[in-house]
């Protein structure tokens, strides 16, 4: 007894399960459909960038000693020529020392000299001397003479490079990056400080070359801070640059600022909509209403609640929908969002 009952329930549940599998079929595939309608189609081309400036400079050692103190710090605003670092200065102060006091022996020799070729020429006048002993002399004066210029130029230029140990801020601006610490030794060329200036600052868009045909110059560019999220700005695209980055496939082009911006940083990453086409009036249809790739179509419920295959012409699309040029017209009906197994003549219903 116990097992027919057992039986009995198996064959219930199968007839149960196949019941529903029944309806389901004779139900179709559950659908939703969305009204073709006529709205206003923004075409855009979407990517990233970042905040750039050419308004940058990197501080460099002119001599080679070691970097005695840093008197300014990341993000710390200075001014052009503001001292912003000194170098020990010991080795070439005793340098500039030297030079002068070679300077003021070569002009004592060189007094010495004229004072001499002075009495020699009185001594000449009156036949004293030969007159080869007055050439001597008068050489001897020049060349102390070109010595002594020698030895000004070179106090000159120690002098010079005395003051190459304090180093100034290259432009005006913000401290962007510090590349060296006090006490670090520097060579000729190595870099200690970093500032730009971001007031002129613009966005470096990586552009797919697939997209690059679509941007021109002055076209809207719509701008979303990853670290404003809740801020849209408004920018125009200023320059294509006019090479290819064979790694990334990209272009960068640059767009302007507004002036009305929140404060950014170098390199702050942004999303963009670069604006291509504006329709106005177009006959619009959700873009997951769509299938086929390259030959677009829709679904539309038949009257027998069978889906049926429109082929359509697409113009712009923006993220939600797109133009429709032929195949519908507003007010028609189609299946959206399209499903992916949902094939034509599959009977349907409606939700």
Not at 301 to 308: I, P, Q
């Amino acid at each position: 007894m116990r097992r027919w009952m057992v039986l009995l329930g198996i064959v219930a549940a199968a007839a149960w399960v196949l019941g529903r599998l029944a309806v389901r079929q004779w139900r179709g595939v559950e659908v939703q459909e969305a009204t073709v309608g006529v709205g206003r189609v923004v075409a855009a081309v979407y990517a990233t960038g970042r905040v750039d400036t050419d308004r940058r400079a990197t501080l460099r050692a002119r001599v080679t000693a070691p970097l005695a103190e840093l008197l300014v710090g990341a993000g710390e605003e200075v001014r052009v020529g503001q001292v912003v670092a000194r170098q020990d200065d010991q080795v070439l102060r005793l340098g500039r020392e030297r030079a002068e006091r070679e300077v003021e022996a070569a002009r004592a020799a060189l007094a010495q000299a004229e004072d001499a070729a002075r009495r020699a020429e009185q001594l000449a006048a009156d036949a004293l001397i030969p007159e080869e002993e007055l050439v001597r002399l008068r050489e001897q004066a020049r060349q102390l003479q070109a010595a002594l210029s020698a030895q000004e130029a070179a106090l000159r230029l120690a002098a010079e490079q005395e003051g190459w140990a304090v180093l100034r801020a290259p432009m005006s601006g913000s401290v962007a990056a510090i590349h060296r610490r006090a006490g670090d030794p520097l060579r000729e060329g190595d870099e200690v400080l970093t500032v730009v200036d971001l007031g002129p600052a613009y966005l470096r868009v990586a552009v797919d070359e697939r997209d690059v045909g679509r941007i021109a110059v002055g076209q809207q560019v719509r701008i979303a801070f990853d670290a404003y999220p809740e801020q849209v700005l408004v920018g125009t695209v200023w320059r294509i640059v006019p090479a290819l980055d064979r790694l990334t496939k990209s272009v960068d082009v640059l767009v302007r600022l507004s002036e009305e911006r929140p404060p950014l940083r170098l390199d702050l990453t942004a999303t963009v909509n670069i604006v291509t086409r504006v329709v106005e009036g177009a006959t619009v249809v959700p873009r997951d209403a769509l299938g086929g790739g390259g030959s677009p179509y829709v679904l539309t419920v038949g009257g027998d609640r069978r889906a049926v295959r429109r082929a359509v012409a697409l113009g712009p699309c923006d993220e939600e929908r797109c133009q429709v040029v032929s195949g519908l017209a507003p007010g028609d009906r189609v299946i959206s969002p399209l499903p992916a197994t949902l094939a034509e003549g599959q009977r349907v219903w409606v939700r």
